[in-house]
């Protein structure tokens, strides 16, 4: 079939503009197109002319100068994933083989293959053109997550992703930077190691060559008995297939890493090395990659809001724009560095992506506007001077600000579940000076509250009987609601966990706070004082509420182990660890992610391959230190169970 002189033109027009964007992506870390952009023009040529030489290209160009470390030539290739869009297509794949399928995150970072001889690490290597990649070791063996050595003598390779937490992200996104993949690529390829080492890099080990495991699961937990992070993953049967993208879509705004899709293997060995793969992919794998979540929109205009905190944040008000099926009219700006940053001008054409979350963030501009963007030097609310700490400016008299003072009482409603205390019933409060403090919910009555406009006897009365509903509260949702930065969901719920009562926790420091896994210097910091601060108002709600301890995750409280906290560590052999972690939750146990002076069980796992963990190690310095925690042998906590179990079924 000879092709038509237009098809031809472009094909010639897809494979020159895919060549232009793969320099720019590979070589330069700089792409000037979405991901989803990209990959329709792949699709498109791929319809066109299935066999283009352009389809293979990929990693940096053959003649780009090589930045750091020696050319390294792979022992197996390094190849692509074959992508697909539709549940359809995902289907017929997964219809091509037998056996289960592995469903995991499609990481957003950089391919990084990690040589292992006799236990060390030798080698580790980008994938380059996927034969021949740069040895980027001395960068590699900074990474917190990849072990400098493992417990096994065999020539293993292990290969995985090298990416940025969302978490450390954040700071340099508030700088102006776009996204976390660009910045991962340039940090691997820094001459000086404790500069690369700054960007606090992370690794997902995904794949394992030269063992003897024979599944993609026992991969992976190979993998962790090795020392690697454990990778999120599901088992699906191969008719349930879809139902992978589907959690993981749902997982996504919770992620603490950026996933572009998920990649799904076929489970048996066996059955991979039947399938075998072409040049550009293996067939025992693919990807289903995420869609349509950026676009090109002008911004007219940049409101600032006035958060609880004082804090005054722009939001980019834009013409309307189509996100993943969503009308976007705004977008946020984090800070006032973030415009400098990105050179925002009034009229400017700007690209907004949705990562996830339901509130999109304008990445870059395209086209420059005309106007500037004006930063006010009054609070927009109260008019109070506004004070500039670094990127960030702030009302000088957030507890006099109106708007500060209702963003402040709307979010101990939300957090409490108040219902019915929306902007305009708070303002109205505000105004009548009835409404100044969460504590002034308490003594609200309904003839008051008729009065306002809009309002009358019914609501009134409605909304009285919603805050007496909550004159009890559960401890993380009390210590939530005070609004204390760094106190969200998490840490009030590691909060009240340990602590159980509202006057243990006002008595943590922030040494003990720092002895938490996910609890750092800055955090630990700004809830103590926080709730240093927030004394007063404790005090004054405390005359309201009721304030009850944690109920437990299962069972209903109590339990044969109430009041007693595990961490567990190694691998099990009786059951899986987090089978052993349910049952111990269910006999009213709390379940605790480090080791602390709190802690009244370690247990550690049968499975005794490897050498002794960091949490083994640190519950041996505490116990040394006097701390009454006791480490127990998988043996013992089975006695335990079997104990528990007996006690509560003869009480
Ligand atoms: N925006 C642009 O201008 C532009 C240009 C070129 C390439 N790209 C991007 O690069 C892609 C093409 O590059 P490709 O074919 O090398 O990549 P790919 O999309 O085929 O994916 C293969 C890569 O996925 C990664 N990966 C992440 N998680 C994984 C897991 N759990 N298991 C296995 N692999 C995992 C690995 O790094 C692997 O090398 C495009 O689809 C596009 O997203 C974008
Ligand atoms: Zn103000």
Redesign the pocket.
């Known amino acids: 079939m000879s092709k038509s002189t237009k098809e031809k033109a472009e094909i010639e027009s897809l494979e020159s503009a ?1 060549r232009h ?2 320099h ?3 070589d330069k870390a700089a ?5 989803v ?3 329709k023009l ?1 699709r498109r040529l791929k319809d066109l002319s299935p066999d283009s030489a352009v389809l293979s290209e ?2 940096p160009s053959k003649d780009a100068p090589r930045v750091l470390g020696e050319a390294f030539r792979h022992k197996e290739p ?6 697909c869009y539709e549940p359809a297509e995902l289907e017929q794949w997964a219809a091509s083989f037998e056996g289960r399928v592995v469903a ?8 990084c293959a990690l040589h292992y001889e006799d236990g060390r690490l030798k080698v580790a290597a980008t ?1 380059g053109d996927g034969s021949v990649g740069d040895d980027i070791t001395v960068n590699v063996l900074e990474i917190k997550d990849v072990p400098a050595t493992i417990p096994t003598k065999e020539t293993v390779e292990v ?3 090298i990416y940025m937490r969302l978490s450390v992200f954040a700071k340099f996104k508030a700088a102006g930077m776009a996204n976390p993949r660009n910045l991962t690529a340039g940090a691997i390829k820094q001459k000086d190691k404790s500069k690369s080492a700054a960007y606090e890099l992370s690794f ?1 080990a ?2 394992l060559i030269g063992t003897r495991a024979d599944s993609q699961v026992g991969e992976l937990e190979e993998l962790v008995r090795f020392g690697f992070a454990k ?1 999120d993953y599901l088992v699906l049967e191969r008719d349930h297939v879809i139902e992978g993208f589907e959690k993981f879509t749902q997982w996504r705004p919770n992620l603490d890493y950026e ?3 998920v ?1 799904y ?1 076929v489970d048996a060995i066996k059955e991979q090395r039947r399938l075998g793969q072409t040049s550009h ?1 293996p067939r025992f ?1 693919i ?1 289903y ?1 995420f869609q349509g979540d950026s676009g090109v929109s002008i911004l007219r205009q940049v409101e600032w809001s006035v958060a609880r905190t004082g804090a005054i944040t722009p939001v980019a008000i834009v013409d309307p724009v189509n996100l993943s099926g969503v009308t976007v009219t705004r977008a946020s700006l984090h800070n006032v560095a973030f415009i400098g940053n990105l050179g925002l001008t009034l009229g400017a054409h700007v690209t907004l992506v949705r990562r996830g979350g339901v509130i999109p963030n304008l990445e870059n501009v395209t086209v420059p506007g005309t106007d500037p963007v004006v930063i006010p030097e009054q609070c927009p609310s109260c008019g109070s001077v506004v004070r500039r700490d670094r990127d960030f400016i702030f009302c000088s008299k957030p507890s006099t600000c109106k708007s500060a003072v209702i963003g402040q009482l709307a979010h101990y409603a939300a957090t409490i579940g108040m219902l019915g205390f929306g902007d305009a019933i708070l303002e109205h409060g505000y105004n009548a000076e009835l409404l100044r403090s969460p504590v002034d919910f308490y003594t609200l009555r309904w003839e008051d509250i008729a009065k306002f406009e809009r309002s009358g006897e019914k609501i009134a009365k409605k909304l009285v009987a919603e805050v007496d509903k909550k004159r009890s509260l559960e401890l993380a949702t009390f210590l939530r609601a005070l609004g204390i930065s760094e106190l969200g969901k998490h840490v009030s719920a590691i909060l009240a966990d340990r602590y159980r009562t509202l006057d243990a926790v006002l008595q943590v420091t922030e040494e003990e706070l720092l002895e938490t896994h996910s609890i750092g210097a800055s955090i630990a910091k700004s809830v103590v004082a926080g709730l240093a601060e927030a004394r007063p108002l404790i005090d004054a709600l405390r005359a309201h509420v009721t304030i009850v301890a944690p109920a437990h995750h299962e069972g209903e409280g109590g339990g044969p182990l109430a009041g007693l906290s595990f961490v567990f560590t190694g691998k099990m052999v009786a059951f899986s660890r987090s089978e052993a972690e349910k049952r111990v939750r269910a006999l009213g146990a709390a379940v605790l992610s480090s080791v602390t002076k709190q802690l009244t069980y370690l247990v550690v796992g049968a499975d005794k391959s490897g050498p002794k963990s960091t949490k083994e190690k640190a519950a041996e310095k505490l116990i040394g230190q006097g701390a009454p925690l006791k480490v127990l042998s998988e043996d013992e906590l089975l006695a335990m169970l079997e104990g528990a179990r007996t006690h509560e079924s003869r009480s």
């Open positions: 895919i964007h793969n720019l992506y590979w792409p000037e197109i979405s991901d952009d990209y990959d792949v990929m990693g390094m190849l692509s994933l074959d992508k995991m995150p499609k990481f957003d970072g950089i391919a994938r290969r995985g992703e997902a995904y794949d990778v996933i572009d899709g990649v293997k992919h794998a990807a990659k």
